[in-house]
């Protein structure tokens, strides 16, 4: 399951925290703030996914993530390459390379990445 481009940003502050109340995450938004009863019901939809759980903490609730940014993401990143790169990593690095007008610096940087991550393969 996916979060919406709203629910991914909430999602970002909470990643962040850790755990976090009401106001915390209200604090993280630059101003204008959205309202409360919108980050309420971001929150719940996200309960409803199983992105999100909390504990009562009096009347209060301490949010945290279910689901790691890592493994968000990871999922997210396989997904693209699927529907978009007909199921090629090289066609994603291709157009990501590409695309993403990167210095000799920076694909460098990728390089020895993915020598690494060869070097455990082997």
């Known amino acids: 399951m996916k979060l919406s481009r709203t629910e991914e940003e909430l999602m970002n ?29 971001l929150l719940k939809r996200m309960q409803d996914k199983e992105f999100v759980g909390y504990t009562a903490q009096g009347k209060s609730r301490e949010y945290f993530p279910l689901v790691s940014k890592e493994n968000y993401f990871s999922k997210h990143i396989k997904g693209l390459i699927k529907n978009f790169f007909n199921d090629s990593p090289a066609q994603f690095a291709s157009f990501f390379t590409n695309k993403a007008d990167f210095t000799a610096a920076e694909l460098e940087d990728l390089k020895e990445i993915i020598e690494g991550k060869l070097k455990q393969k082997k």
């Open 13 to 41: 502050h909470l990643w962040k925290l850790k755990k976090a109340f009401m106001k915390d995450l209200l604090d993280e938004y630059p101003d204008p703030k959205p309202a409360p009863t919108t980050i309420s019901t």
